[in-house]
């Protein structure tokens, strides 16, 4: 379950490449990334690890991602994710089989795996990638 993953359909306009049925503005999430229970090192207080969730720790990962892949220049706003074909889908990222945010319209909007939409889910986006081929 992710409670406050903010997928789902925003309040932006819809870019013309984004072609998803159940949502007339800008359908957020493109990437996601495992983001619950990660350690993490905690300078600024008494130091010392501690355990955190959510963008940030998904955001980064994914930034660090995009800067080995060494195209960031390129990047247009999930544009690429959304044009994949199915080969490259296949191929370089993980769709997330499960789990649901809860909150949203649409079945595919909040909830993963139902293949409704492609792999796409509103929770997770289009997945988890594998390595740095989609981005």
């Known amino acids: ?5 903010g997928g789902g359909c925003s309040s932006e306009p819809k870019p013309k490449w984004q072609k998803d049925p159940d949502c007339k503005y800008r359908t957020a ?17 008494e130091g010392g690890w501690i355990t955190v969730d959510g963008g940030g ?10 800067g080995v892949a060494g195209n960031s220049t390129k990047q247009d706003g999930g544009e ?13 990222i993980y769709p997330v089989t ?5 909150q949203c319209g649409g079945e595919y909007l909040c909830t993963a795996g139902t293949m409704q939409f492609g792999i796409y889910s509103g929770p997770t986006g289009w997945g988890t990638p594998h390595g740095v081929g989609a981005l």
């Open 1 to 5: 379950m992710w409670p406050d993953s």
């Open 29 to 45: 999430n493109d990437v996601g990334a495992v983001a619950v229970n990660v350690a993490e090192y905690d300078s600024y207080d």
């Open 57 to 66: 720790v998904s955001s980064p990962l994914v930034a660090g991602m995009v």
């Open 80 to 92: 690429m994710l959304w044009t994949l074909s199915k080969a490259d889908q296949k191929r370089d």
């Open 98 to 102: 499960s789990g649901s945010d809860g």
